[in-house]
């Protein structure tokens, strides 16, 4: 039978006191009077509600909201650790202490494994005003904590829908230029045909670079859109025999190796799981730039691979002008290049594509260099793909 909760009226103090609002499980109206006592002889001011069984601790919850339990471990129609079970049903974070005759080390030690805050026994209750203390301040910094990691996601989650929706733009936006960028190419072109040596010098002239600006801004859209794909399209994943991907480059790359009389060697490459494509794109950035940012020795590039605990590290490696290390995060920027293009062609988004796939394989990619000391490109890839993990999981 369920008795009623017992509301005790709080003592007038003349002293700032800290406010509490305690529900005690507890079937003596004598020990709880003890209880009571012992927090507000150490500057509690105390609201307390009793209560003996499930009913009475699961009404008490929402009519009196408490911020602490206070419970016996032994009730004739209940147990106190019970009330920790109702506390998780409602998901509420109130710190329950027991309180109790006689409890034993193991029981205790059992009692708080299983989520207990603290236990004080009856016969020890100069301890309680600390231990009630100590679990209001544990869950003052839990509640602070938890606030913080909220935060943080909240953070993360409004980064990562702006930088969809830039993507998103960029996407857009060079997408439609296209077609009029199109209209400009196609007839200052035919304006040069027709128009050659008709007008006067500077015309010719004017017409050429309206030409040549219309043409470079057509890589260049060409470009940014193979750069926000990578991000856009749906990746493929298969095993992917890396020596394969490199054979496959150095085929495409067959007429630059040759001009340059290029020496392009590896050692034996794993396979991967991964988008072969990428793969081929990240080795053709790196490779073509190795030949395209050689020294005056014809280029020697090495690629290697070597596990690192759950990850590949790659590394291709040139011998070639190297980069001054100020500028080794730089590069991967997009469109950020160190020369003019007057010196070594190219719109500077290789390495920012790279470096967008890798991240997309929760890799990272860095170059370790000299300026004139040729440099080694090196990035990781995780030993298992994304998808290949989650097909384990299932
Ligand atoms: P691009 O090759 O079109 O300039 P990238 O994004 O591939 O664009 O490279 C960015 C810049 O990084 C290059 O302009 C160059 O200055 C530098 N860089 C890239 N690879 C190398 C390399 N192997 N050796 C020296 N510099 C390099």
Known sequence: MSSPATQLVKPASAEPKTQLRALLVEDSEADAELVLRAL????????????????????????????????????????????????????????????????????????????????????????????????????????????????????????????????????????????????????TQLLSERYKGKLDENADKFIGYASEGAIRMQVLIHDLLAFSRVGRAEASYSTVDCNEVLEEVRQTLASAIAECAAIVAHTDLPAIWADRTQMTQVFQNLIGNALKFRGKEAPEIFVHAEKAGQQWVFSVKDNGIGIAPEFAENIFVVFQRLHARTEYPGNGIGLAICKKIVQRYGGRIWVESQAGRGSTFKFTLPLQGPQAKEEAHQ
Not at 112 to 120: E, L, N, R
Request: contains cysteine; negative net charge.
């Open 40 to 187: 507000r002889k150490n500057d509690f001011d105390v609201s307390a509600v009793i209560v003996q069984d499930e009913a009475g601790f699961a009404r008490a919850l929402r009519t009196h909201c408490p911020e602490i339990v206070l419970a016996d471990y032994n009730l004739p129609d209940w147990k106190g650790m019970e009330a920790l079970n109702v506390l998780r049903r409602q998901d509420l974070d109130i710190p329950m202490i027991l309180v109790s005759g006689a409890l034993g080390d193991v029981t205790a030690v059992e009692c708080i494994k299983q989520g207990a805050t603290d236990y004080v026994l009856k016969d020890g209750l100069a301890r309680l005003p600390e231990v009630v203390r100590r679990a209001l301040r544990d869950k003052y910094e839990r509640g602070l904590r938890h606030q913080a990691e909220k935060d943080l996601a909240k953070k993360a989650d409004e980064l990562a829908r702006s930088n969809a929706d830039l993507e998103q733009f960029a996407y857009v936006a060079s997408h439609d230029l296209q077609e009029p960028l199109r209209m400009v190419a196609a007839y």
